[in-house]
C-alpha cells in the first residue's frame, strides 16, 4: 500500500546555566527583525504561545533523499515567544509523493535527534545552528549560549495511506508501514488510541506513530504535540530556578535583597498561573481528545504534577514574602517607636537645660543666638547642646534604617 510520510520533529531551545535565570526570569525585550512565515498546520498559535507574543519563521528548507533513495522536503521553522524568551524549533520532513515505503523507527529518529547514539541528518545540524544563531541575535547572546540538550526532541511519524477505498485505521494501518521499531529501546506498550474511524495513534516513549486519512485530525495531533513538548520541556526548566531560589531561602544562603526576591518571585507566580491557564485552556479545547490522547501522553510525561509543584513553589514564595514583609514592618515600627521616645525626652532635657542655663546667667536669651551664647558659656550648656545633637543625628541613623528594613534593603539571612 502507498501512504504519504510525514515526520514531525520538536525540538526546544534553551540556554547556558549562566543566562537561562537572567532570560527566562527576566525577561529581554527585542523583536524580530526575520520574515514570519508559519507552518500549515499550526491554526492557531495563540492556544499555544498566549497574550500575542510570538513570532514563527521559516529558517530553511531543502530537498532530501531518504530511506534507499526516496524523496523528502524538510520545512524547518523557529518558533519565538518573546514574552516568555522560549524557542522552539520545528522539523518537517514530508514525502513528495505517495510511496510505498517500511521505515525503521530508530533510523529515523537518528536522522533528528541529537544524543550519544546519533548525530542528525546535515541538513538539520544546518538548520539548528541557524536557529541558535537567530535566537542569540533577539536576546543578545552568542550561538554558543543556546543549547540543544540530547534526547530532547520529540518525534512523530504521521502515516496517511492513499486509497480512494474507505479505509478503517488501526495499530495494523501503523505497522504495516514500519520495518522495525527498534526505537523504543525499553518495554513500552503502545496501546492504540483511536481519534476517529480515520485516526489512530502509537504512542512511544522515543517516537509516536499516527496513521490517518483526516487531514484535521493531524492538524490537531501536530498542534496537541507542540503544546505538550513545550510543557514537558520548560515547566522543568522553571522547576529547577524554582527550586534552587527555595533552598537558598530555606537555608539563608540568598544573597539578594527582599524587594529582589520578591521581584523574582512575583515573574515565577506570574509564569506558574500563566502555564497552568495554558495548559487548562488546551484541555478544553481539544476536549474531545483529552481521555484518549491528552491524559495518556500526560500520564506518561507527567505535565501536570510538574505544573502543580511550580504552583507550590509560587504560593511558598508569595507567603515568605508576605511573612518577610510583616516582619520587617513590625521591626521598623519597634525602631521608630524608639526615635519618637528618644526625641521626647531630648526636647524634655533640652527645655530643662535651658530654664537652669537660664538662670545661671542674667543676660537676656529672647533670640536663638543669645540662647547660644548662654548655653555655651557654660560647661552644662555646653553638654546640653552636644548631647541634643547627638541624639537628633542618632534618630535620623535610626529613621533611615527603619525605612531601609521596611522596604527590604538589607540582605535576607536566615
Not at 488546551?282 to 500526560?298: A, C, L, P, Q, T
Request: charged residues 25%; contains cysteine; proline residues 2%.
Amino acid at each position: 500500500m502507498k501512504a504519504k510520510f510525514s515526520i514531525l520533529g520538536i525540538q526546544p531551545l534553551t540556554f547556558t546555566d549562566f543566562h537561562k535565570e537572567r532570560l527566562l526570569v527576566n525577561f529581554v525585550s527585542y523583536e524580530t527583525k526575520a520574515e514570519t512565515k508559519n507552518p500549515e498546520w499550526i491554526d492557531d498559535l495563540e492556544k499555544y504561545y498566549p497574550n500575542k507574543h510570538h513570532s514563527s519563521f521559516r529558517i530553511f528548507n531543502t530537498d532530501l533523499s531518504l530511506f534507499d533513495g526516496h524523496k523528502f522536503h524538510l520545512d524547518a521553522y523557529l518558533l519565538s515567544n518573546t514574552r516568555l524568551n522560549l524557542f522552539t524549533l520545528i522539523f518537517e520532513i514530508t514525502s513528495k509523493d505517495s510511496e510505498e515505503i517500511l521505515l525503521d523507527t530508530e533510523q529515523v529518529r537518528n536522522c533528528l535527534v541529537l544524543s550519544n547514539q546519533s548525530q542528525p541528518l546535515d541538513a538539520i545540524k544546518e538548520a539548528s545552528k541557524i536557529a541558535k544563531q537567530m535566537a542569540g541575535n533577539m536576546v543578545g547572546l552568542s550561538q554558543d549560549d543556546i543549547i540543544i540538550r540530547q534526547d530532547t526532541c520529540n518525534v512523530s511519524i504521521f502515516i496517511h495511506p492513499d486509497t480512494d477505498q474507505p479505509l478503517s485505521i488501526n495499530e495494523n494501518t501503523c505497522y504495516s508501514f514500519i520495518e522495525s521499531d527498534d526505537a523504543e529501546r525499553s518495554t513500552i506498550n503502545r496501546r492504540p488510541i483511536s481519534i476517529s474511524e480515520g485516526t489512530v495513534i502509537l504512542f512511544g516513549g522515543r517516537v509516536h506513530l499516527i496513521a490517518s486519512i483526516s487531514k484535521n485530525d493531524s492538524i490537531i495531533i501536530k498542534n496537541t504535540m507542540l503544546c505538550l513538548q513545550f510543557m514537558w520541556f520548560f515547566v522543568p526548566e522553571y522547576l529547577r530556578i524554582a527550586s534552587k531560589l527555595h533552598l537558598n531561602i530555606v537555608l539563608g544562603n540568598s544573597t539578594a535583597s527582599v524587594d529582589e526576591l520578591e521581584e523574582k518571585s512575583e515573574k515565577l507566580s506570574y509564569i506558574a498561573q500563566t502555564i497552568k491557564l495554558q495548559n487548562e485552556s488546551d484541555k478544553i479545547s481539544r476536549e474531545f481528545m483529552n481521555s484518549m490522547f491528552y491524559e495518556k501522553v500526560e500520564d506518561s510525561w507527567g505535565i501536570e504534577k510538574s505544573i502543580a509543584q511550580l504552583g507550590n513553589y509560587a504560593s511558598f514564595f508569595e507567603t515568605f514574602i508576605k511573612n518577610t514583609r510583616e516582619n520587617q514592618a513590625g521591626k521598623a515600627d519597634e525602631i521608630l517607636n524608639y526615635v519618637l521616645a528618644a526625641l521626647a525626652i531630648f526636647g524634655v532635657v533640652g527645655f530643662w537645660a535651658s530654664i537652669l542655663d537660664a538662670e545661671h546667667n542674667s543676660q537676656e536669651w529672647g533670640t536663638f543666638s543669645n540662647f547660644l551664647k548662654s548655653a555655651t558659656g557654660s560647661i552644662f550648656g555646653f553638654m546640653t547642646i552636644l548631647f541634643i545633637l547627638i541624639g537628633i543625628s542618632a534618630a535620623v541613623l535610626l529613621i533611615r534604617s527603619s525605612i531601609k528594613i521596611k522596604h527590604g534593603r538589607k540582605r535576607f539571612t536566615k
